[in-house]
Structure formats: C-alpha cells, structure tokens
C-alpha cells in the first residue's frame, strides 16, 4: 500500500493523472495564468518504483496509483480561486469517483437471456431472415436487451441492417452536447463521441433533453480482444436498489437539474480548443444568438447568457423528474446518472484539467442544490452492481432499450497495432414525461 505524502508541485503549468491502473497519459492543455508560488498537493508515496515524479525544471508530476484504493487518494489539481472563470464564491469539492465495470456477466441476468447465436445463418441474405428476427423482438421485449453474436458481418452496414430489426426510424444526432463525426458515410453511422481514454459512466442515451430515443444499437467493426468493451446496466434493477436509499427518494421528490455549459466558437475561431467541449453554435445549429432562446425553449431547455467582454457562455437547464414512466413496464425508472455531471470529464484529455464548476455539463437536484460527494458515489455504485460487459468481436450487434438499460464503459488505450470501431445507431425518439405518481 502506498502512504500518503504531501508533495510540492512548483509553478506546475502541466501534471499527468491516472486513466486506468496500468496507465498514465500527458495532459495535453496547459492551464493558464497559474500563479508561480507553491501549491501543495497530496499524493501517494513512492516506494521501489517510482509512483510519483516530481520535477521542478519541466513542472510534470507524474502519478501512477497501483491499486484502486490509490485512485482515492489523488486529489484533483485545480487553479486557485483568483485564475478560475467562474464567480462561484465557493468551488466545488470533489474527488473523483471511478466506476467499477465489474466483470460479472451473471450479473443480473444470465446472458443467455438476451444472446442470439447466429452461427449457420447467412445474415447477408435479402430479405433478413425471419426466424433470427422473430428471435430479436421475443428477446427485446422479454429483457430489453438483445445481443447478436457470431454473424459473421465485417461491414457496418450490413450490421446496421440487423440493428434496423428494432431500431426503428432512426433519428439523426442534432440535439447532443458533444460533436460526432461520421465513420461510414454510406450506413450513414456515427461514432460514440468519446475519447478512447475516458471512462465513460452509464447513462441512458440522451437523458438531458426533452426527446430521447427508444432504442439504441452499437455494432462493432473491430474491437480488441481484452477491451474497448461497452457495459450495460439493468436500471429496473438499479431503481429498485436506489428507491431503497434516502438518496433515491430525494431523487424523488426533488427531481433533477442538467446545466450545460456551452462556449462561443467565435470567441474561440483562433485559440486553443484543446479545452472545449462544445459551442452554442454548433449545439444550436445557428451563429444568431438571437435565435437561441426558440429553439431551446422548443426543447423544454431554459437559457442563461453569461456574457464576459467578447465571450458569449451560454448556460441551459432542463429541470424534469429523475426517473421515467415506462409504459411497457407499467412503471417508473430511474432515468437519470452521473453521466450528465461534470463527472462524465473525470478523464475527458483537455475538460478534465477544467475546474469542476465550468465543466460543460453539470447534475443536480431540481431545486438546484448540489449533490454531495456520497450521494454521487451511491449514483454511481447502484449502476455498477447491476452492469456488464458485453466483450465485443467483428460483427456483433447489440440493441437495448433505453429505459431499461443503460451503457458506460472504462477508459482504454489502444496499442499501434490494435483497433477499435463501434457503430452506433439511435432510434426513434419519446417526450419524456418524468414519472407518474405510485408507479
Ligand atoms: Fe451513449
């Protein structure tokens, strides 16, 4: 076990912090304007190798934890209050939470409940064969979960055309908080958006705006054997383990509050955009900040401006319940997680330097308050019991219904030689309703 010391970072202009247990990447951005005196940081001791490098010449420190229990310990560098943005009187405390991903795949459910064996079906016939979909909608709506294996497909395309057997009306991605890029232009697919080296926290696709999708579809292309493997969680399960918590009841009867914070791509044109997430420009799809205002007002979003000198902040809020009514189910969901707080950046290269309080998103409770330290760390534990992986290889295809499940995964680092390529595809979406009295 490493010992906690107090390490003194001089005039630290960059530092590295840990993505994985294993590893370690650079951060990229420097922090600006960060006073030249002493911070004092904590972190853990070195013992034979070397855990914690700190130099003074070229101001890098260096932390690699050996254990989850390490990850604790780290404390998040973050500039002194006079170099922050913001005009929060009182920043944030926060020590970042990782989420587990446990690997039991038994966990709630056996995955024969919701796999299909393709193995033997030529699944690039026309018209798609019959039985394999039968199969697809009797699993789907048994568990809400359907995982196509041994397909033999190598083409997102063609794995698109299965996904399609529940995927219906397939909605472009307009209204998201983060850009994606187009990785097949002919099955017009779209990639998840994230950085490799990210974890990301489960979330139900698209649960900060007023229209989410139904369903949702991944496909993989390639995937290494030993990672880049998305994880599902049960939120039936998950609301039932939460209803039992004082915080899940509080979820109740307070509802929740995503913030977003969107930045000027005119302020930006010619600076560094190693840091943003997103511009209101292009979440809006307009350069008219005059337009802003109707279009998310249209999608239930109240707007703030936050106007510094030429920077135009734009900050939106969708007050609406923490869980969902589900109709199939006759009942609520939780619908909400910490994927919508500045958590979602604990590892994000560029946003996760951004003190906490002017990360682009942020999670609280509908009356505004902020959740504390415990509550986000039980948010996070009621998802992780109830997750698994789906390990993907070529050619499989996912779909699960996005009341019922929800996706995350851990961070991970390809080698040179290794790749990885998930397709995703978002289907038709409801208006949210929130959730309905003694459901
Ligand atoms: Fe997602």
């Given amino acids: 076990m490493l010992k906690r010391v107090n390490a003194k970072v001089l005039n630290a202009t960059r530092y590295i912090r840990p993505v994985a247990m294993t590893s370690y990447r650079q951060m990229s951005s420097s922090i600006p304007d960060t006073p030249k005196p002493t911070e004092t940081f904590e972190f853990p001791e070195q013992e034979e190798t070397p855990n914690v490098v700190v130099t003074n010449e070229e101001p890098i420190v260096i932390v690699m934890p050996e254990t989850e229990a390490d990850l604790e310990n780290i404390v998040v560098f973050s500039p002194p209050p006079e170099t922050r943005t913001t005009n929060r009187a009182t920043p944030t405390e926060y020590k970042v939470i990782q989420p587990l991903f446990q690997l039991d795949e038994t966990m709630p459910h056996n995955p024969e409940a919701f796999t299909i064996d393709c193995s033997g079906v030529d699944m690039k016939e026309e018209p798609k064969n019959p039985e394999i979909i039968a199969k697809m909608k009797e699993t789907f709506d048994r568990v809400g979960l359907v995982h196509l294996t041994n397909t033999g497909l190598t083409e997102l395309k063609d794995m698109k055309r299965w996904a399609t057997g529940i995927v219906e009306n397939e909605i472009e991605y307009k209204a998201g908080a983060n850009p994606r890029k187009i990785v097949d232009v002919e099955a017009n697919v779209y990639d998840v958006g994230a950085p490799n080296t990210a974890w990301l926290h489960y979330h139900h696709e698209m649960a900060y705006v007023s229209k989410s999708p139904k369903y949702l579809s991944l496909f993989c292309k390639d995937c290494p054997a030993d990672k880049g493997w998305t994880y599902v969680s049960d939120a ?204």
């Fill in 236 to 439: 039936v399960a998950a609301t039932d383990l939460i209803l039992q918590t004082e915080f899940g009841q509080k979820l109740k009867d307070k509802g929740v509050c995503y913030v977003r914070n969107l930045t000027d791509a005119e302020f930006y044109k010619n600076k560094d955009q190693s840091m943003i997430y997103n511009h209101w420009q292009h979440s809006f799809g307009t350069t008219n900040p005059d337009e802003v205002e109707p279009i998310a007002n249209s999608r239930g979003l109240a707007v703030e401006w936050d106007i510094r000198g030429e920077n135009r902040f734009l900050k939106t809020k969708y007050y609406v319940s923490a869980y969902e009514y589900f109709a199939k189910l006759d009942r609520n969901i939780l619908f909400s997680s910490v994927a919508d707080d500045f958590m979602w950046f604990d590892t994000w290269p560029g946003v996760d330097v951004t003190p906490v309080d002017d990360r682009p998103l942020r999670l609280t409770f509908g009356d505004d308050s902020d959740m504390t330290q415990e509550e986000k760390q039980l948010f996070v534990d009621v998802h992780d019991r109830v997750g698994f992986p789906i390990k993907w290889k070529t050619g499989e295809v996912a779909v699960m219904c996005n009341w019922r499940w929800l996706h995350g995964r851990p961070g991970f680092h390809l080698a040179p030689n290794e790749k990885r390529e998930l397709g995703v595809l978002l289907g038709e979406t409801f208006e949210r309703m929130g959730d309905l009295p003694g459901k």
